[in-house]
C-alpha cells in the first residue's frame, strides 16, 4: 500500500494569543535524514511554532504527526518518549552534576529506571555516556562539573543529551545563538554529520545565514505566522518575496562581512 | 443584622495593622528577595516602644508622636540591621536570609523580657478615640473606626509612593528584575536599604498602633508573622493591594469564623489559604515569578559518594556514639536519644531541600503525625512497640502523600506557604478533636516496652534507627531517582524534555521524606512517653529548618551535622542560662554571617581548598566577602 509516513508532518498549525496570530496555518513535512532550517525575522513564529512541536505549547488547530503518530498537545516528556531530543536557545543542562552525570540522567529516563532507588547511578551506563560525550567531542570534560564549562561546551554538551534517547527527531531551538563564529562552524558541522550518519531529522531555527544556508537541505521561510516559502537553499535565495519581506539588508550585510572576513 | 455589621467591622479594624505589617513583608520581598522572618518582631518592638513613649510623653501629642517616634526608631533599627546582617548575605543560598532572620526574632524575643518583664503591659487609650459608638444598640470602640479609616489611607499613599515618586518607580522596576536596575546604574545597597526601613516602619507602626486595643506582650510576634505569611501570600507576594485584600479577608475570616464554624475556626483561615494557592499559585494579585536568575560564580561542587576512608571514619564516629552510655549518666544518654531523633527529623528535611530544592516550612506536621500514629496504636489498638513503631510513621506517609500531590503543584516560596498551611491545619485538628485526639492535654502514657526502656537501650535504639535512615537516604540520593529529583531542582526544563515526570518524583521524595520525618516522631512520642500537639507546631518546623540550613543546604548529608549542633546547644543553653534564645540566635547570626554555606558546606570548602594548596584560615571569609561584592 502506502510508504513509510514521513518522519514528521505538520498540518495547519495555528496558534494566536488573544487577538495576534502569531502562528497560522502552517503545513510542511520533513523526512528521516534530513535538516530543515525554519527561518523568519523576530516576532515571525518560530518560537512559537517550536513550542508546539515541542509540546510545551498546544496548538489552536492543526495536527503534528511524528511517523503517522499524532502528538498534538502532548507534554514535552511525552514526545521525548516518541524519539524526539531537543535543545534549547538558551542552554538548559544541570550545573550541579559532572558533564557525564548529565548525560547519565537523560539515559536513566530513556532506560526508565527513574523510579530506581537503590543502585548506585555512578556505573550507570557509563560506556553509553562516554559514547555519546566522545561523539560531540567532550569526552575529556566527563568528569568537569557541568556548571563550569564555557558557553560553546554547554551546547556541546546539551547536543549529547539530545541524543541520549536514540532520537529520530532533533529539534533545535538557535542552535549557535551566543557562540563564536568558528564555533558555530563546528557544531553545526557535526550536528549534521550526526544526523547523515544516524539518520536523524533536523529541525532548527536560526538568526545567522549563513549557517543556514551551508548546512539546511530545505529551508522554511516564516513571517507573520505564516510560511511565505519553502525549498532549498537556492530556491529560497531566489525568491523575491523573501529578499523583499526578509533576507534583502541581511544578505547584502553578509556578503560584504563576509568578504572582510575572507581578505 | 447589626451585630453582624459590628462583627465586620470589628473586622475591618484588625485588618488594618494586619495590612500595615502585610505590606512592609511584602515590599521588603518584592524587592530583595529576603522572607523576612524578623517582621514580627519589629512589629512587636514597635508595640513595646510605642508603649513606654506614649506613657512617657504625656497629652494627645506625646501618644500620637510616640506612635509614629516608636515605629521611626524601630525603622533606625531595621537599617542598622540591613547594614550589618543582611548586606552580607543577599548572595548567600536561598533561605539563608531567612535563618538570619529568624536568628534575629529569637534574639529580639529574650531582649524584650529582658527589657520590659515578662508580663503583659497595658497600653494607654488613644485621646480622642476612648469611648465607643452607638451603632443600632452594638457599642463600637471609636478608635476601632479609626483603624478602618486609617487602612485605606495608608494604602493610598503606598500607592502614591509607588506610582508618583522616583524611588517608587525604582522600587517597582528592581521587583520585575533587580538585576537590571542595578545594571542602569542604581546604587542597589542603598535601595534595598530603603525598601527595608518603609517595610520595617510599616511594622512598627502596625504594632504601635495595637496598643489601645491589645496588650503586648512577648509572644505577639510568632502570632503576628504567621497570620502575616498567609495574607501576603494570598494577596500575592509583592501586591500591596493584594494584602490589603488579603488582610481584611484573613481579618473577617477570623471575626465571622468563630460564629459560623466555631470548630474549624483556627483553620479556616488555613484552608482558604490552601485553596487559594491550589486554584492561583501565585496569590490573588501576584504575579508568576520570573525564574531567578542564577548568582554568577556559585558554582558548586559535584556531590560524591563517600571514599573508603571517609566510610571508616562515619563507622568509627558511630561506634563512638554507640559508647556514649558508658561513658555518659542517664541524663546524657537521654539527650543523646533526643538529638538521634532530631537527626532523624533534620535528615528528612534536608533530603527533601538539598535534594529536591523544596523547603517545606511545615515539615513538623508529618513527625507530629507520626507521633499521633504510635500513640493511637498504643493507647487504642494496644499494639505492641515494634509494631507500632513501623506501623506509627505510616500516618505520616498518609499525610505527606495527600497534601505533598498539591504542594509539589508549587515551588520556591509558594510551595514553602502551602507546606505551612497544611501543617497548621493537622496542627488544628490535633489541637481542637478532643474527643481523639485529647486537644491540648494530649495523649500520655506512651511508654517503650521492657526491652527498650533503659536510656542506653533507648539510645542504642534511636541512635540505630538514625544510622540506617541516614545511609538509606544518602543511598536514595546516588540512586537513579536521586539524579532525577536534583535534575528537578537544577532545571525543570531540561528534565521534562528527557522525559522525566518532575511531579511524579518530587511527590514521591515528598513522601519518603515525611515517612521518615514520622519515623523520627514515632520514636519521639517513646521518648517522651507522650503526645502533645506542639509535636506538630509551626516552632518544630523551623526547628528543623535551622537545623537543616545550619549543617549546609548544599551538602548531601548536612542535616546531621546541623541537628546535632542545632539540638545539642539548644537542650545545653536551657539548662545553662534564662537568655537561651539570646544566645542560641546570636550564635545562628553569626554563623550565617561567618559560614554562609553552613558548617558542612564551610568545612568542604577548606577541603577543597587545602586540596588547591592555599591553607590560609582567614582567606575563607575574605574570598566570601569579594564574591558577594563581584556579585553585586
Known amino acids: 500500500m502506502s510508504a513509510l509516513p514521513p518522519l514528521l508532518s505538520v498540518e495547519g498549525l495555528t496558534k494566536s494569543y488573544g487577538g495576534v496570530h502569531a502562528v497560522r496555518g502552517v503545513s510542511f513535512e520533513l523526512a528521516a535524514g534530513e535538516i530543515l532550517a525554519l527561518i523568519g525575522p523576530n516576532g515571525a513564529g518560530k518560537s512559537t511554532c517550536f513550542d508546539m512541536l515541542n509540546g510545551q505549547n498546544t496548538p489552536d488547530a492543526g495536527r503534528i504527526l511524528l511517523r503517522g503518530e499524532d502528538t498534538t498537545g502532548r507534554p514535552p516528556r511525552a514526545i521525548w518518549r516518541l524519539g524526539v531530543g531537543r535543545t534549547f536557545q538558551i542552554t538548559a543542562t544541570f550545573p550541579t552534576m559532572t558533564v557525564r552525570e548529565n548525560v547519565q540522567v537523560a539515559l536513566v529516563s530513556h532506560g526508565r529506571r527513574v523510579f530506581n532507588f537503590f543502585t548506585a547511578t555512578q556505573n550507570f551506563a557509563r560506556e553509553q555516556a562516554g559514547r555519546l560525550l566522545d561523539l560531540v567531542g567532550m569526552g575529556g570534560y566527563a568528569d568537569r562539573p557541568c556548571g563550569e564549562l564555557a558557553y560553546g561546551d554547554l551546547k556541546r554538551l546539551e547536543l549529547a543529551i539530545a541524543l541520549a534517547n536514540e532520537p529520530k527527531l532533533l529539534l533545535m531551538d538557535e542552535p549557535t545563538a551566543g557562540m563564536a563564529p568558528r564555533e558555530r562552524v563546528e557544531l553545526m558541522r557535526l550536528t549534521a554529520r550526526i544526523a547523515r550518519e544516524q539518520s536523524i531529522g533536523v529541525l532548527f531555527t536560526e538568526h545567522d545565514m549563513d549557517v543556514v544556508f551551508e548546512h539546511a537541505d530545505r529551508i522554511l521561510v516564516l513571517n507573520r505566522g505564516t510560511l511565505i516559502a519553502q525549498g532549498s537553499p537556492a530556491e529560497v535565495r531566489a525568491n523575491r518575496e523573501v529578499q523583499a519581506i526578509y533576507l534583502g539588508e541581511g544578505l547584502v550585510y553578509d556578503a560584504r562581512h563576509r568578504e572582510g572576513a575572507g581578505a | ?632
Open chain 2, 1 to 632: 443584622m447589626a451585630f453582624y455589621v459590628a462583627q465586620f467591622l470589628t473586622g475591618l479594624a484588625s485588618a488594618a495593622s494586619l495590612f500595615l505589617v502585610a505590606s512592609g513583608l511584602s515590599i521588603i520581598f518584592g524587592v530583595t528577595r529576603i522572607v523576612n522572618f524578623a517582621h514580627g518582631a519589629f512589629y512587636m518592638l514597635g508595640a513595646y516602644v510605642a508603649f513606654t513613649l506614649t506613657e512617657y510623653f504625656s497629652g494627645a501629642f506625646g501618644f500620637w508622636g510616640g506612635i509614629v517616634a516608636a515605629a521611626l526608631a524601630v525603622a533606625t533599627l531595621g537599617v542598622l540591621v540591613e547594614i550589618v546582617l543582611l548586606r552580607r548575605i543577599y548572595h548567600a543560598p536561598e533561605l539563608f536570609q531567612l535563618l538570619a532572620t529568624f536568628g534575629l526574632t529569637l534574639m529580639v524575643e529574650d531582649l524584650v523580657v529582658l527589657i520590659w518583664g515578662p508580663s503583659d503591659l497595658l497600653g494607654r487609650r488613644a485621646p480622642g478615640f476612648k469611648g465607643a459608638v452607638d451603632f443600632f444598640g452594638q457599642s463600637l470602640p471609636s478608635y476601632d473606626l479609626f483603624l478602618i479609616v486609617l487602612g485605606p489611607a495608608v494604602l493610598g499613599i503606598l500607592w502614591l509612593l509607588f506610582q508618583r515618586t522616583r524611588w517608587g518607580v525604582l522600587v517597582r522596576a528592581a521587583t520585575q528584575d533587580r538585576d537590571m536596575v542595578a545594571a542602569l546604574g542604581v546604587n542597589q545597597k542603598w535601595l534595598f536599604t530603603s525598601v527595608f526601613a518603609v517595610g520595617v516602619f510599616l511594622a512598627a507602626l502596625g504594632g504601635a498602633l495595637q496598643i489601645p486595643r491589645d496588650a503586648v506582650n512577648h509572644a505577639m510576634d510568632l502570632r503576628i508573622i504567621v497570620d502575616v505569611f498567609v495574607v501576603v501570600v494570598i494577596g500575592g507576594l509583592g501586591s500591596i493591594f493584594g494584602a490589603f485584600v488579603a488582610a481584611v479577608l484573613v481579618s473577617e475570616l477570623n471575626a465571622f469564623g468563630i460564629l459560623i464554624f466555631p470548630k474549624i475556626s483556627i483553620i479556616l483561615v488555613f484552608l482558604v489559604m490552601a485553596v487559594v494557592l491550589i486554584v492561583r499559585p501565585w496569590g490573588l494579585f501576584g504575579k508568576r515569578e520570573a525564574p531567578a536568575r542564577r548568582t554568577p560564580g556559585l558554582t558548586v561542587n559535584p556531590w560524591r559518594p563517600l571514599t573508603s576512608a571517609e566510610r571508616l571514619a562515619v563507622c568509627i564516629a558511630l561506634l563512638a556514639a554507640a559508647a556514649l552510655p558508658v561513658i555518659g549518666g542517664n541524663y546524657a544518654v537521654t539527650v543523646g536519644s533526643e538529638i538521634a531523633i532530631f537527626v532523624i527529623f533534620a535528615i528528612s528535611l534536608h533530603f527533601l531541600m538539598a535534594v529536591g530544592g523544596l523547603a517545606s516550612f511545615g515539615h513538623a506536621a508529618y513527625f507530629g503525625l507520626g507521633a499521633y500514629g504510635v500513640a493511637f496504636l498504643a493507647k487504642m489498638a494496644g499494639l505492641p512497640m515494634i509494631a507500632c513503631l513501623l506501623l506509627g510513621p505510616l500516618l505520616g506517609c498518609l499525610g505527606a502523600a495527600v497534601f505533598g500531590f498539591f504542594a509539589v503543584q508549587l515551588s520556591g516560596v509558594y510551595f514553602a506557604m502551602l507546606t505551612l498551611a497544611f501543617a497548621q491545619i493537622v496542627w488544628s485538628v490535633a489541637f481542637q478533636w478532643v474527643e481523639v485526639t485529647g486537644g491540648d492535654n494530649g495523649i500520655l502514657g506512651v511508654w517503650p516496652e521492657r526491652w527498650a526502656s533503659s536510656p542506653s537501650h533507648f539510645y542504642w535504639l534511636s541512635l540505630g534507627i538514625a544510622a540506617l535512615a541516614a545511609a538509606g537516604l544518602r543511598i536514595l540520593v546516588f540512586s537513579p531517582f536521586g539524579f532525577a529529583l536534583r535534575a528537578m531542582r537544577d532545571s525543570p526544563l531540561r528534565s521534562e524534555a528527557v522525559g522525566i515526570n518532575g511531579k511524579r518524583v518530587q511527590w514521591t521524595a515528598f513522601v519518603i521524606s515525611g515517612t521518615v520525618a514520622g519515623v523520627a516522631g514515632a520514636l519521639f512520642a517513646y521518648l517522651k512517653g507522650s503526645v502533645f500537639p506542639d509535636n506538630l507546631g509551626i516552632p518544630l518546623s523551623v526547628d528543623a529548618l535551622v537545623m537543616v540550613l545550619l549543617g549546609g543546604v548544599e551538602t548531601v548529608s548536612g542535616g546531621i551535622v546541623g541537628a546535632i549542633v542545632y539540638k545539642a546547644l539548644n537542650i545545653w543553653l536551657v539548662s545553662q542560662t534564662d537568655l537561651s534564645k539570646l544566645v542560641l540566635g546570636g550564635f545562628i547570626v553569626l554563623i550565617v554571617v561567618a559560614f554562609p554555606k553552613g558548617i558542612v558546606g564551610t568545612l568542604e570548602m577548606i577541603r577543597h581548598r587545602h586540596g588547591g594548596g592555599s591553607s590560609e584560615a582567614s582567606s575563607e571569609t575574605r574570598l566570601m566577602g569579594s564574591r558577594i561584592e563581584t556579585a553585586e
